[in-house]
């Protein structure tokens, strides 16, 4: 069971920049595609980004489009999420996650991903 914990989250302003990461222990990472994804408060889950287990492919809900960026470095067991140009409405609690499938493309689809990390809250103020 791969065990996922993600960090970077905080608050900043507007227009500013945060990276945040997940590390993955437990599993064979390199073998799985990734994703992020993010609750803000009295809202459902939504897809934000996701990254295939090569990490030659990726996908953005359009919300992230030009401003957020999906990276992974598998020899550090680690997937990252660099947001630039933040606004309000990225304020949210960020999830990472693992797909449940080794090798399987990169997918936007929740019920695809198996493991969860705990989530890190971002805040941004205008």
């Given amino acids: 069971q791969v065990?996922?914990?993600?960090?970077?989250?905080?608050?900043?302003?507007?227009?500013?920049?945060?990276?945040?990461?997940?590390?993955?222990s437990g599993g064979t990472f390199s073998s799985y595609s990734m994703g992020w994804f993010r609750q803000a408060s009295g809202k459902e889950r939504e897809f934000v980004a996701t990254i295939n287990w090569s990490g030659?492919?990726?996908?953005?809900?359009?919300?992230?489009?030009?401003?957020?960026?999906i990276s992974r470095d598998?020899?550090?067991?680690?997937?990252?999420?660099?947001?630039?140009?933040?606004?309000?409405e990225d304020t949210a609690v960020y999830y990472c996650a693992v797909?449940?499938?080794?090798f399987a493309i990169a997918t936007h689809r929740e019920a695809?991903?198996?493991?969860?990390?705990q989530g890190t809250q971002v805040t941004v103020s205008s």
Wanted: net charge positive.
């Fill in 3 to 24: 065990q996922l914990v993600e960090s970077g989250g905080g608050l900043v302003q507007a227009g500013g920049s945060l990276r945040l990461s997940c590390a993955a």
């Fill in 56 to 69: 030659d492919s990726t996908d953005y809900a359009d919300s992230g489009k030009g401003r957020f960026t």
């Fill in 74 to 88: 598998n020899a550090k067991n680690t997937v990252y999420l660099q947001m630039n140009s933040l606004k309000p």
């Fill in 99 to 102: 797909h449940k499938k080794p």
């Fill in 112 to 117: 695809d991903f198996g493991s969860w990390g």
